[in-house]
Each structure stands twice: as C-alpha cells, then as structure tokens.
C-alpha cells in the first residue's frame, strides 16, 4: 500500500481537461515539496511538475500541478492520445525520512 | 544535458550476486544526489535510495536497507546498486535517478535496468 493515494484510473476524451488527485499527510505532502511524473508505456518514468506547480524545460503548459495541505493535483487540459500513460505524484516523507510515491494513475484518453 | 545510462538487463539465479551501474553525465556528479528506484512488473514505484557521492553520504529506504548496498565511484562519475544474495522477488526493473536535494524526489531518471532471477 502506497504511502500516498491516487486513483487507479481516470479517463476524458480528446480535447477534455483531466485532473489526477494525490493525498498524502502532514509529514508527507503537507511539508514536502510534491512532483509528478508521465511514464509512457515501456519507458522510464519524466518529470512533468516539481516544487508543486513548476514545469521543467520542455513540458507544455497543458500540464499544470496544484497543492492545498496534505493533497495534491495534476491537470491536464487539451488531452491527446499520446497522454495515454500512467502519472505518479512523489514527495519526501519526512516521518519515514524516504521517498514516498503514489500508487499511479494510469489515464484513459477515449 | 543530463544523462543516467544504466548497465544491461540481467539474468540471473537465486542466491548469485549483482551490480548494477550508472553512468552519469551532464551534471557534477559530487554536487547531486544519485539513487535508485525499484519497479516490480505492473507495479508502481519504489524509492530505494540515494547516495551524495561528494562526501559517500547515503540514505536507504529502510525496507531495502541490508538489501542492496549503494555506491558511487566520483573518479568516473558512475552510481552503483548491488546484491549479495538474489531472491526471485527481486525481479524488477530498477532505475537510477537523480536528485537535486536529500528531501527531494527525483528529477532525472535513467533508461532503466530489467533484472530477471529465476532458477
């Protein structure tokens, strides 16, 4: 069981907004910085969203990241079937003193 | 540009030892944490560890800890991940990851290593 919980799937239709929910505790996303990750099929998992709501180099702006106390959620607007992957929120947990990842979300694009 | 190329996919027998590598680029390699992360087949992801090569720093997630030992040689700018036992459940993909802080997550990921160990 995963220290932080994300739903096992969620899907939209191309052109739809999609949001990826992520809660955790206090001592994990409440004083943590949290990030995101796309992992496509086959392939290793990349950095969408880190410090919360910042985007690396490179990612579009269709993928945006949100905090509010021990939760946390990635949007996507403008879905595309190459969308199609699993997503992972991550954070320190500074009660375990690990990282801590979400169980995954694997997204839908119909 | 930041690269993690990892060692190839292995095979191997219960109880036969295993080093797996990580080649790094792009970035100083004594100034970044370096780690590793587990994902078992259809499974999520797993933080095992990391290492501060500058001054051989390390944190293990205490479910691996005595597990795997994790090492880096900062002459060659190489992460290492290694077994001394296999057991059939470490069957997983690894990866080796970067990290820009201790209480971070990762922020690079290597291509990742299949590690396979059936009798």
């Known amino acids: 069981q995963s220290v932080l919980t994300q739903p096992p799937s969620v899907s939209a239709a191309p052109g739809q907004k999609v949001t990826i929910s992520c809660s955790g505790s206090s001592s994990s996303i409440g004083n943590n910085y949290v990030s995101w990750y796309q992992q496509l099929p086959g392939t290793a998992p990349k950095l969408l969203i880190y410090?919360?709501?910042k985007r690396p180099s490179g990612i579009p702006d269709r993928f945006s990241g949100s905090k509010s106390g021990t939760s946390a959620t990635l949007g996507i607007t403008g879905l595309q079937t190459g969308d199609e992957a699993d997503y992972y929120c991550?954070?320190?947990?500074?009660?375990?003193?690990?990282?801590?990842f979400g169980g995954g979300t694997k997204l839908a694009v119909l | 540009e930041v690269h993690l190329v990892q060692s190839g996919a292995e095979v191997k027998k219960p109880g036969e030892s295993l080093r797996l590598s990580c080649m790094t680029s792009?970035?100083?390699?004594?100034?970044?944490?370096v780690g590793w992360v587990r994902q078992m087949p259809g499974k999520g992801l797993e933080w095992m560890g990391i290492i501060y090569p500058g001054d051989s720093d390390i944190q293990y997630n205490p479910s691996f800890q005595g597990q795997v030992t994790i090492s880096a040689d900062k002459s060659i700018s190489i992460a290492y991940v290694q077994w001394s036992s296999l057991k059939a459940s470490d069957s997983a993909m690894y990866y080796c990851v970067r990290q820009s802080g201790r209480k971070l997550v990762p922020d690079y990921w290597g291509q990742g290593t299949l590690v396979t160990v059936s009798s």
């Open positions: 991550g954070t320190w947990d500074s009660s375990l003193s690990v990282g801590v």
């Open positions: 410090d919360n709501d």
């Open positions: 792009g970035f100083s390699f004594t100034s970044y944490w």
